[in-house]
């Protein structure tokens, strides 16, 4: 009788259902990713000509390295663990506010995981490059930064194959069956916020991983990778919206290309800049 009233259960079970994919990641033509190319070169290589900043500053190097570790992180969601933690780390059952507040905890722990992945992959580049002394050799190590950007660059336009070693992990699903959920997202974070334990599709990794380690400062290169994470941890937050996991990874496959596209932009423009900022 027990056996029978639980197929009946299954039966009247309300079953979320995935629709059929009707439009697709479509990459852009190569005109198009040329142009993009030439304007980001000009626009970077103008800003450097109005920016009134010395390029050896501290400051300077900030106001242009901070805004672009966030992108990165914003970027990487087009990853698998990007697409991995936010279907997994949910409100259980159907949205309600109950949900949300009963979630929270889980949030924050995955917060918690991604500062703390922060603070050790930051601290160990900084305090590495003191040790090596790399902050004063910066000036010689800047051309190459920007010119291995721009070339990073062409490689998401699809232009030249450029070598990306990256750890081709995941976290592991089997987690969610061994421990409680504020638990899981908080081993999340903290795997996903140190960023080379899993696989990051975003060659702005790199650019934040250099400017942490030749500015030979740990509390810079924490900073950097704390802006990082925070991009990294932003799309989360929307699971305290009434929005299936099915609609934000399907809006996130269809956007694939864009975000390829936007990364090379940004590695180009800001590559170009910097070049500006120390050859002009």
Same mark, same amino acid.
């Given at each position: ?10 039966? /009247?079970? =309300? ?17 198009? +990713? +040329? ?26 190097? @900030? =106001? ?23 279907? $997994? ?6 949205? &309600? ?8 905890? @889980? ?73 409680? +959920? ?15 334990? /899993? ?9 934040? /991983? ?6 030979? &400062? ?56 910097? /070049?500006? $900022?120390?050859?002009?």
């Amino acid at each position: 009788m027990a056996q029978a009233e639980t197929f009946e259960g299954l039966r /009247t079970a =309300t079953i979320e259902r995935i629709p059929d994919a009707r439009e697709f990641a479509v990459n852009r033509s190569a005109s198009t +990713k +040329k142009a993009a190319f030439v304007l980001c070169l000009a626009a970077g290589l103008g800003t450097s000509v109005l920016w009134n900043a010395n390029a050896y500053s501290s400051t300077t190097l @900030t =106001t242009i390295m901070i805004p672009m570790a966030v992108a990165g992180g914003l970027l990487s969601t087009w990853s698998p663990c990007g697409y991995s933690s936010i279907c $997994l780390l949910r409100p259980n059952g159907r949205w &309600s506010v109950g949900s949300v507040v009963a979630w929270t905890p @889980t949030l924050l722990a995955h917060l918690v995981g991604y500062i703390l992945g922060a603070v050790v992959l930051g601290g160990v580049l900084g305090l590495a490059g003191n040790l090596l002394g790399l902050n004063h050799v910066i000036g010689y190590a800047l051309p190459v930064f920007a010119l291995l950007m721009i070339i990073y660059g062409a490689h998401q336009f699809d232009f030249l194959p450029v070598p990306y070693p990256q750890r081709r992990c995941q976290v592991p699903h089997d987690a969610r069956q061994r421990f409680r +959920k504020w638990v899981i997202g908080l081993l999340y974070g903290f795997s996903l916020g140190l960023n080379y334990l /899993t696989y990051v599709q975003t060659p702005l990794l790199y650019a934040a /991983t250099g400017a942490a380690l030749f500015s030979g &400062s740990p509390v810079f290169a924490i900073g950097i990778f704390l802006a990082f994470n925070a991009g990294r941890f932003a799309p989360v937050m929307l699971n305290a919206l009434p929005i299936s996991d099915a609609r934000i990874t399907a809006w996130l496959a269809r956007h694939q290309q864009n975000a390829a596209f936007v990364d090379g932009m940004l590695l180009v423009g800001i590559g170009a800049l910097i /070049t500006g $900022l120390v050859v002009l």
